[in-house]
């Protein structure tokens, strides 16, 4: 099994910044993709952003230019740095994590982003 435990997220005016970050333990040998996903109210759970072991990244479009997601592989972290931050990126943030031998995905308990304008 996996476990995944977040940490960052709270209150943030708009054009401020905030980190998250993502702690994996259990059976990390397991993991390949890791990435964050945000869900706001009545909307559908979406990817912000993905980082593979070897450090390819992806993002939304809505968050390119503004955050940064990197990994640490001796710390078995993810961070995302966030940017410029905007209301519309209020939402729950959760850590996501792909076992690379099969379709099982795991995630983090999520962590509350709240961006005042």
């Known amino acids: 099994q996996v476990h995944l435990g977040e940490s960052g997220g709270g209150l943030v005016q708009a054009g401020g910044s905030q980190r998250l970050s993502c702690a994996a333990s259990?059976?990390?040998?397991?993991?390949?993709?890791m990435g964050w996903y945000r869900q706001a109210p009545g909307k559908q759970r979406e990817l912000v952003a993905d980082i593979s072991t070897s450090g390819t990244t992806n993002y939304a479009t809505s968050v390119k230019e503004r955050f940064t997601i990197s990994r640490d592989h001796t710390k078995n972290t993810i961070t995302l740095q966030m940017n410029m931050l905007k209301p519309e990126d209020t939402a729950v943030y959760y850590c996501?994590?792909?076992?690379?031998?099969?379709?099982?995905?795991?995630w983090g308990q999520g962590t509350q982003v709240t961006v005042s304008s």
């Open positions: 996501n994590a792909r076992n690379r031998y099969g379709p099982t995905v795991y």
């Open positions: 259990g059976s990390i040998f397991r993991i390949n993709l």
